[in-house]
């Protein structure tokens, strides 16, 4: 199934809402704490806690933002699939989202659970790798073939 | 001889002489009297209208002092200037360390960005801590790109710390946010924000995408 995040842009506005938020302007740093909750675009995005990083122009108002670290329950929702682990990581640059710890993957019917998974933001295409130690490494997967329609 | 009709007039005239020689006695006194009241007439006033203050309903001696277009100046540990003005205040008494101010705009010099900057309606400025508790419109633009609207705030204008809450509103560098308290740390340009924070993030666009 296409999945809506397919070239997602990801220099769209942010919207994040929280408890607590510390701003560190000369580290660049913006800590978010509770409730954590990131939306751009299509995706959603929540955790316990988020740190941006971000350095501001002087000439432009507009912050360039590096990257998002989640950390906490971490999960990942659109329209096309939802994905969740212990700790996620944004790379603007990039257009790539890491989502590590116990990571579920739920696209369409199915589930796919792994250690640790890359998200590419470009092709919409997630790539899920179990790496050596916990259970047995493997990923774990269930697919489901959509019935045929009768 | 004397006819009837002269009997007749001559009690008439009696009663008429004793008339005359009456008001010939009354009339000049009369005249006097009104003479010397009209002739005395000033100097009688002033003793009738005059009246005395009974001491109950003075009121006490007013000892606070009104001022306008105050200006303190202040330096802090190392130097660094504040400066705070009002439109008006008021002092309980010339010794009072608080001045209670309206219309109110501080500046706190800072290193490395631009002043620190704050404005309010009203508030009261202690002398001897060199501190402020603003109540109303409270604006704040500080040099690291902070310019937040707040219901009330505390500046201590040496360690050039504010706490402020009630609906703050306002942009930072990073973007345009809510919250319910915060607190300002100017000279490590730090601010941590508490209570239903929001914040609206514009990132800069790349040339090349």
Redesign the interface.
């Known amino acids: 199934a296409q999945s809506v995040l397919k070239s997602h842009d990801t220099y769209q506005p942010i919207d994040i809402s929280a408890d607590r938020l510390e701003m560190k302007q000369k580290q660049g740093r913006a800590i978010f704490r509770g409730a954590v909750t990131v939306t751009q675009g299509e995706m959603t995005f929540s955790s316990e806690t988020l740190t941006v990083f971000y350095a501001s122009n002087t000439e432009s108002e507009k912050p360039s933002i590096s990257r998002l670290d989640a950390e906490g329950t971490v999960t990942l929702v659109s329209k096309t699939e939802s994905l969740s682990g212990d700790w996620g990581v944004y790379d603007v640059d990039e257009r790539l989202i890491t989502i590590g710890g116990n990571v579920t993957f739920r696209q369409g019917e199915s589930i796919l659970k792994g250690k640790r998974l890359e998200f590419d933001l470009v092709s919409g295409i997630a790539k899920l790798d179990g790496q050596s130690g916990g259970t047995d490494g493997r990923v774990k997967g269930s697919f489901s073939v959509p019935e045929k329609d009768k | 001889m004397a006819s009837t009709k002269d009997i007749s007039t001559a009690s008439g005239e009696k009663n008429w002489d004793r008339f005359i020689v009456l008001m010939q006695v009354i009339l000049p006194l009369a005249a006097l009297v009104l003479g010397t009241i009209t002739v005395l007439w000033p100097f009688l006033n002033d003793q009738e209208v005059s009246f005395t203050l009974s001491t109950e309903d003075v009121a006490q001696g007013d000892t606070a002092v009104h001022m306008t277009n105050l200006h303190y100046v202040g330096t802090d540990a190392i130097n660094r200037l504040f400066h705070v003005e009002a439109a008006t205040g008021l002092q309980e008494n010339p010794s009072s360390p608080r001045v209670r101010l309206n219309d109110i705009r501080a500046e706190m010099a800072l290193d490395e960005t631009g002043p620190a900057k704050v404005q309010a309606r009203t508030g009261i400025y202690r002398t001897k801590e060199n501190t402020l508790s603003l109540v109303g419109g409270v604006h704040f633009n500080t040099g690291?790109?902070y310019k937040l609207d707040m219901a009330g705030a505390e500046i201590d204008l040496k360690k050039h710390i504010a706490t402020g809450q009630g609906a703050i509103q306002g942009s930072?560098?990073?973007?345009t946010?809510e919250?319910n308290r915060i607190v300002i740390y100017a000279d490590?340009?730090?601010?941590?924000?508490?209570?239903?924070?929001?914040?609206?993030?514009?990132?800069?666009?790349?040339e090349n995408?």
């Open positions: 690291s790109g930072s560098k990073l973007g946010l919250a490590t340009e730090e601010a941590v924000f508490e209570g239903g924070i929001k914040l609206h993030i514009e990132p800069k666009r790349p995408n």
